[in-house]
């Protein structure tokens, strides 16, 4: 962990963009296959919607072995991306999709989609899409396609601690695919005490796979300190390092007093260090859906009379950490990107740690800091005693791979297995309607649909407020984990505090059933 300020001359050899080669030459994209010759060449589809799905699903499917097929298709839904966030989110695909970027395709509605995997099946599809949504998509294929393909699901970026309504939306999934060990472990646990036969598969995270290769070769992601921050290290072609980023995230801190107060942060930062640029980087611009509601933008929460070089940009990640001497952030997957290329970082833990902050997962990482460390500018790197457990194992261990092939040769042989679904509802068509415009609100234009609005809606607003009043007579306690707060503490005391907090946290690390029912109102978090 580095004590003192940023160095500008970042380890570049671990490039996190997917490369245009089809993906032959890269490490963690082994095709990992059973022995003997395949029976024939495979077809992959990925149905994708939201911005942070669509990256996800895009450069998963990305990695696949070199000889397969590779299609993508956008689902029309209520939170479908941009055609700009989706140029965005298709950056440095391969050579068989490349051609996204410059032409995404345009969305098309549930039916549409599922009837060209009738009457076409592939191989194989990944399901990357929200939770309800992936839940009737997943439920059309098995009632509408007698020879259906493998399903294969997961999600995007940070999945600890484990989440029912991820299980729940996704149990009749053949594969569902996750990110690190100690997320499989959770995610197993989490499954059978829900009844739900464990399905999970192993795949480095595509925007951590740099870092993975060196975590297989015993090497580590961290930066020099030699240099001032501004520097570089005088290669012809290396862009100006002069960026502090600031992963935004929707909903994370969700209150607009908190987000306020991260801006004021990062507008001492840009006072104290003129020589940097202070990048807020949101997600969607304007108008633009995200996977999850942002009710607070931080572009609206910056002041008028904010310093110059504190600016406010979009676009691809990837190109932002082109520029970057650190990135900041309170938990967003965009810290593993950064892990991943050697870019300090710093997850901030000012409002605690916890599975509202999606930050129990960093103690012990060595990324952990407070404001005081923003504005002062130390930035952690990552701890070699983190990472293999933590999205950098090596990319031996991954296995959706050669799981998903097996799949693919039990469809081909008759004997693929349909799972069952976590979900037991009563009420026949039109609980399925229901579920069905819970899923897709205005894009389901079914009369059917509508009829289950009208009876459903109220219920739905019962169960809601016999939730707060619930929440009011019972408050739940929150998760948060103590944990030290600044890279100040980085040794002594201090990373005897990082070993027990990393406990804490560990315990606290799924989510209990008991109230999942509650959990799955329609309309929270898409899961």
Same mark, same amino acid.
Request: charge should be neutral; hydrophobic fraction near 40%.
């Given at each position: 962990?580095?004590?003192?300020?940023?160095?500008?001359?970042?380890?570049?050899?671990?490039?996190?963009?997917?490369?245009?080669? #089809?993906?032959?030459?890269?490490?963690?994209?082994?095709? &990992?296959?059973?022995?003997?010759?395949?029976?024939?060449?495979?077809?992959?589809?990925?149905?994708?919607?939201?911005?942070?799905?669509?990256?996800?699903?895009?450069?998963?499917?990305?990695?696949?072995?070199?000889?397969?097929?590779?299609?993508? &298709?956008?689902?029309?839904?209520?939170?479908?991306?941009?055609?700009?966030?989706?140029?965005?989110?298709? &950056?440095?695909?391969?050579?068989?999709?490349?051609?996204?970027?410059?032409?995404?395709?345009?969305?098309?509605?549930?039916?549409?989609?599922?009837?060209?995997?009738?009457?076409?099946?592939?191989?194989?599809?990944?399901?990357?899409?929200?939770?309800? !949504?992936?839940?009737?998509?997943?439920?059309?294929?098995?009632?509408?396609?007698?020879?259906?393909? %493998?399903?294969?699901?997961?999600?995007? #970026?940070?999945?600890?601690?484990?989440?029912?309504?991820?299980?729940?939306?996704?149990?009749?999934?053949?594969?569902?695919?996750?990110?690190?060990?100690?997320?499989?472990?959770?995610?197993?646990?989490?499954?059978?005490?829900?009844? %739900?036969?464990?399905?999970?598969?192993?795949?480095?995270? +595509?925007?951590?796979?740099?870092?993975?290769?060196?975590?297989?070769?015993?090497?580590?992601?961290?930066?020099?300190?030699?240099?001032?921050?501004?520097?570089?290290?005088?290669?012809? @072609?290396?862009?100006?390092?002069?960026?502090?980023?600031?992963?935004?995230?929707?909903? !994370?801190?969700?209150?607009?007093?908190?987000?306020?107060?991260?801006?004021?942060?990062?507008?001492?930062?840009?006072?104290?260090?003129?020589?940097?640029?202070? !990048? !807020?980087?949101?997600?969607?611009?304007?108008?633009?859906?995200?996977?999850?509601?942002?009710?607070?933008?931080?572009?609206?929460?910056?002041?008028?009379?904010?310093?110059?070089?504190?600016?406010?940009?979009? #676009?691809?990640?990837?190109?932002?950490? @082109?520029?970057?001497?650190?990135?900041?952030?309170?938990?967003?997957?965009?810290?593993?990107?950064?892990?991943?290329?050697?870019?300090?970082?710093?997850?901030?833990? @000012?409002?605690?740690?916890?599975?509202?902050?999606?930050?129990?997962?960093?103690?012990?990482?060595?990324?952990?800091?407070?404001?005081?460390?923003?504005?002062?500018?130390?930035?952690?790197?990552?701890?070699?005693?983190?990472?293999?457990?933590?999205?950098?194992?090596?990319?031996? @261990?991954?296995?959706?791979?050669?799981?998903?092939?097996?799949?693919?040769?039990?469809?081909?042989?008759?004997?693929?297995?349909?799972?069952?679904?976590?979900?037991?509802?009563?009420? #026949?068509?039109?609980?399925?309607?229901?579920?069905?415009?819970?899923?897709?609100?205005?894009?389901?234009?079914?009369?059917?649909?509508?009829?289950?609005?009208?009876?459903?809606?109220?219920?739905?607003?019962?169960?809601?407020?016999?939730?707060?009043?619930?929440?009011?007579?019972?408050?739940?306690? +929150?998760? %948060?984990?103590?944990?030290?707060?600044?890279?100040?503490?980085?040794?002594?005391?201090?990373?005897?505090?990082?070993?027990?907090?990393?406990?804490?946290?560990?315990?606290?690390?799924?989510?209990?059933?008991?109230?999942?029912?509650?959990?799955?109102?329609?309309?929270?978090?898409?899961?």
């Amino acid at each position: 962990m580095s004590s003192g300020h940023v160095s500008g001359q970042v380890d570049e050899t671990g490039a996190l963009d997917v490369p245009t080669d #089809g993906g032959a030459s890269t490490v963690g994209r082994e095709p &990992r296959l059973p022995s003997g010759p395949s029976p024939r060449g495979r077809r992959v589809v990925a149905l994708v919607d939201t911005d942070s799905f669509a990256k996800w699903g895009a450069h998963l499917l990305a990695a696949a072995p070199a000889g397969w097929d590779l299609d993508l &298709r956008t689902v029309a839904t209520p939170r479908s991306a941009s055609a700009k966030q989706l140029r965005s989110a298709f &950056r440095g695909l391969d050579a068989r999709l490349a051609h996204l970027r410059t032409a995404p395709p345009s969305p098309k509605d549930v039916d549409a989609v599922v009837e060209e995997l009738r009457v076409d099946p592939p191989d194989a599809v990944l399901v990357s899409l929200i939770g309800p !949504v992936a839940e009737l998509v997943i439920d059309e294929v098995h009632r509408r396609i007698p020879d259906r393909p %493998v399903l294969v699901s997961g999600l995007p #970026g940070i999945s600890f601690p484990a989440k029912w309504k991820g299980i729940f939306f996704r149990a009749r999934a053949d594969l569902f695919v996750l990110h690190s060990h100690r997320e499989v472990r959770a995610y197993e646990e989490m499954a059978i005490e829900g009844g %739900v036969e464990p399905h999970f598969a192993l795949a480095t995270l +595509p925007f951590a796979r740099s870092a993975s290769a060196s975590a297989s070769t015993g090497a580590t992601a961290s930066a020099s300190t030699g240099a001032p921050a501004s520097a570089s290290t005088g290669a012809p @072609d290396e862009p100006v390092r002069d960026a502090v980023v600031f992963a935004a995230q929707p909903s !994370v801190p969700l209150e607009r007093v908190d987000r306020a107060l991260v801006v004021q942060w990062l507008v001492a930062t840009a006072r104290q260090h003129p020589e940097w640029r202070i !990048v !807020v980087k949101t997600r969607a611009a304007a108008g633009e859906h995200q996977t999850h509601r942002e009710e607070h933008p931080y572009p609206d929460l910056v002041p008028a009379d904010a310093p110059a070089n504190l600016v406010v940009e979009s #676009g691809p990640m990837a190109e932002h950490l @082109d520029r970057a001497v650190a990135l900041v952030t309170i938990s967003s997957t965009a810290v593993l990107e950064a892990a991943a290329r050697g870019v300090p970082a710093l997850t901030l833990t @000012d409002f605690g740690i916890g599975r509202h902050l999606i930050n129990e997962v960093f103690v012990s990482s060595g990324l952990e800091g407070d404001s005081v460390d923003l504005v002062d500018g130390r930035f952690g790197t990552v701890r070699p005693s983190w990472m293999q457990d933590n999205y950098f194992h090596p990319a031996s @261990d991954d296995d959706w791979q050669r799981r998903l092939t097996e799949l693919m040769a039990q469809r081909d042989a008759g004997t693929l297995v349909d799972r069952e679904p976590a979900r037991r509802s009563r009420g #026949g068509v039109l609980r399925r309607a229901w579920e069905r415009k819970n899923a897709l609100g205005g894009s389901d234009r079914s009369a059917l649909g509508w009829l289950a609005l009208v009876i459903g809606a109220p219920i739905r607003t019962t169960k809601r407020l016999a939730r707060k009043a619930r929440a009011l007579v019972h408050p739940p306690e +929150p998760v %948060v984990v103590a944990a030290p707060t600044s890279q100040r503490a980085a040794g002594g005391a201090g990373g005897e505090r990082v070993a027990a907090a990393g406990s804490a946290a560990g315990a606290a690390g799924s989510e209990g059933l008991g109230d999942r029912q509650q959990e799955l109102v329609a309309g929270g978090d898409p899961g």
